[in-house]
């Protein structure tokens, strides 16, 4: 599970940012394409905020849907996964534009 590698270090991150104050909540964004499981993330981020100044803290996670930009007719498809095919012209040749994201969007101390 890559997943905990991950919480550690946005737990990290978000420690750093804070200053030594405590954290109230944390929203990050997740895009569908990113392999990430936000579940897992859910579930990661409690057992890494334990005697922290996270402890307690509640995370909040916004899905990015998955968009590509066909690059034969230039329209953009939503995408459920990292490939697929221009619901326009029917080409694969496609460039992922969102949802491959991961961001800590804020943090409320």
């Given at each position: 599970m890559?997943?905990?590698?991950?919480?550690?270090?946005?737990?990290?991150?978000?420690l750093e940012e804070a200053n030594g104050k405590k954290v109230k909540r944390v929203t990050l964004?997740?895009?569908?394409?990113?392999a990430i499981i936000p579940d897992s993330i859910h579930f990661c981020f409690d057992?890494?905020?334990?005697?922290?100044?996270l402890?307690?803290?509640?995370?909040?996670?916004?899905e990015i849907q998955g968009i590509g930009k066909c690059l034969k007719c230039k329209t953009e498809s939503k995408l459920s996964q990292p490939y697929g095919k221009c619901n326009h012209c029917g080409s694969f040749e496609l460039e992922i534009i969102q949802g491959q994201e991961l961001k800590i969007k804020e943090m409320e101390l």
């Open positions: 890559h997943e905990l590698g991950i919480t550690r270090n946005i737990v990290a991150i978000i964004e997740i895009g569908k394409l990113s057992i890494c905020c334990k005697e922290t100044l402890e307690g803290a509640v995370l909040e996670i916004i």
